[in-house]
């Protein structure tokens, strides 16, 4: 081949490359394009906000935050983040918190995180129901009566939607993953996807400290308690005899303590500090910061806290944790920084953010009204119904959660692997981190890894922010379909 003509085809594949870069970026809403989040890095991904009218008559929209992968964002997956609460925002803790591609500072700039799950994939962080973060109603009245099953039908027609303004991800695999009360979110959603015969390509779901089912996982809480040295030998003896920890949690949420429910509330005050101590993450330091904030969620030990992950970051004393087996640094003082930094202005309006009926962006909101039966609705067989419609199933635990403890998470999945009547195709067995550290305990069920369980090794209820290295570790291996151990 001639110089002229090696010329021609390297203009041919440059001019063709560049088409393919700019249909790219036309297929965008260019409208909910984010050109720079103040104090950001300098990074090579975009990143978009904005939201998505989820229904025309109440005019109820949802705000999402997507970034797209750090590298090859053309070829990688796509995956939807969901917080529980219920009503706890995914801007404010997955994204800005735990495994988003940056985190806020004292200073008041963004730092880049680098375990990132956008290194893997392109993330999209989703604020529901309506009335979450900054997503809203304009019809207030419709914050009284959600629910399990509208929260799942508003985020599928919000995926249909925001698959309109993105059409380059249409036929992109699709995972979907969050934490906490998004094990009602997020199994309900793709038992949703499933049976409207959605063309969404849904391959896996992964549920992080999971509630699955209420009796079993509060039941554990009581026996994690006591198995860290949390509780005395007496008042454990109490909570297996006179009112145990689930019925605590079920009376609590109905806010009628019966008088021997009363006992064991108050011998659990009496030896659980409500300050300076989170249960959500029981080998952590805490912050001491002037602001006392808790991300709106409710007291610790109010026993009406049971779904708000963010009151595993407590603030009452300032400093960095660092972790001494993965030398991950952890900021303890995150909350206030991150909540500091949404209700700044000009924060909200790079992200095309409204504060609608609102003054004050909150993490966890107290103006949405979830039903409370759903609460305590099982959600365990929906996953098994997932495993047997052949979308792939991981369920991972943070090992020191004492709320949702994987004493709890284990047993259920367990079960339910001898109630689908899947073998275990890899043992119960330590997996190992690239330093060659245990990360964590994992067991994997039916051919495929169709059903995997796996714990995160010193991780909190939040896990990537108390071990973002191991979470990254264990994203990657659910995205590639690989156990965690060979």
């Known amino acids: 081949m001639g110089f002229q003509q090696l010329w021609i085809v390297t203009l041919l594949i440059g001019t063709t490359t560049l088409a393919a870069i700019c249909s790219t970026i036309e297929s965008a809403p260019q409208e909910d394009r984010i050109l720079r989040l103040p104090g950001q890095p300098e990074v090579s991904f975009q990143q978009y906000a904005g939201y998505v009218t989820v229904d025309e008559t109440q005019q109820r929209k949802l705000f999402y935050y997507f970034v797209e992968a750090e590298t090859n964002s053309t070829s990688k997956p796509l995956v939807l983040w969901l917080n529980g609460g219920p009503g706890c925002s995914s801007v404010g803790g997955g994204a800005f918190t735990e495994h988003g591609p940056f985190k806020p500072n004292a200073a008041g700039y963004l730092v880049k995180n680098e375990h990132s799950w956008n290194k893997e994939a392109n993330m999209i962080y989703l604020e529901s129901p309506a009335g979450v973060g900054f997503s809203y109603s304009q019809d207030p009245s419709f914050y009284n009566s959600v629910n399990d099953t509208i929260t799942a039908h508003d985020n599928l027609v919000f995926l249909q939607q925001w698959l309109l303004k993105f059409p380059q991800y249409k036929n992109r695999d699709l995972f979907i993953a969050g934490e906490s009360y998004a094990g009602h979110y997020v199994p309900q959603l793709a038992q949703l996807i499933v049976e409207s015969g959605s063309n ?287």
Request: with cysteine; glycine share 6%.
């Open 200 to 486: 969404l390509s849904l391959r896996a779901i992964a549920i992080g400290n999971p509630t699955l089912d209420f009796d079993t996982d509060f039941n554990a809480e009581g026996q994690f308690y006591w198995s860290h040295g949390l509780i005395s030998e007496d008042t454990y003896n109490l909570a297996n005899t006179v009112c145990n920890t689930s019925r605590l949690r079920r009376q609590a949420v109905s806010r009628n303590l019966s008088d021997s429910c009363k006992i064991i509330a108050s011998q659990l005050h009496a030896q659980i500090p409500d300050h300076d101590f989170d249960t959500y993450d029981v080998t952590a330091d805490s912050c001491l910061s002037k602001a006392g904030s808790n991300f709106g969620a409710p007291k610790q030990h109010s026993w009406a806290a049971i779904f708000h992950p963010f009151s595993s970051l407590r603030s009452n004393q300032a400093g960095v944790r660092r972790n001494a087996k993965t030398e991950d640094s952890i900021d303890l003082c995150i909350q206030d920084e991150m909540n500091k930094y949404l209700n700044r202005k000009d924060v909200q309006q790079a992200m095309h953010a409204q504060l609608v009926a609102i003054t004050n962006w909150t993490a966890c909101t107290h103006r949405v009204k979830y039903d409370e039966s759903d609460l305590e609705n099982p959600t365990i067989g929906v996953v098994g119904s997932l495993v047997g419609s052949g979308i792939r199933v991981l369920v991972y635990s943070g090992d020191q959660d004492a709320p949702i403890p994987f004493i709890g998470t284990r047993s259920l999945v367990n079960r339910l692997s001898k109630k689908l009547g899947l073998n275990t195709t890899l043992p119960y067995k330590p997996w190992f981190d690239d330093e060659k550290q245990v990360g964590g305990w994992t067991q994997v069920y039916g051919e495929n890894n169709k059903l995997a369980y796996a714990t995160i090794r010193g991780a909190s209820h939040m896990a990537p922010l108390s071990s973002p290295k191991r979470s990254l570790t264990l994203f990657a291996a659910f995205l590639a379909g690989k156990p965690l151990a060979g």
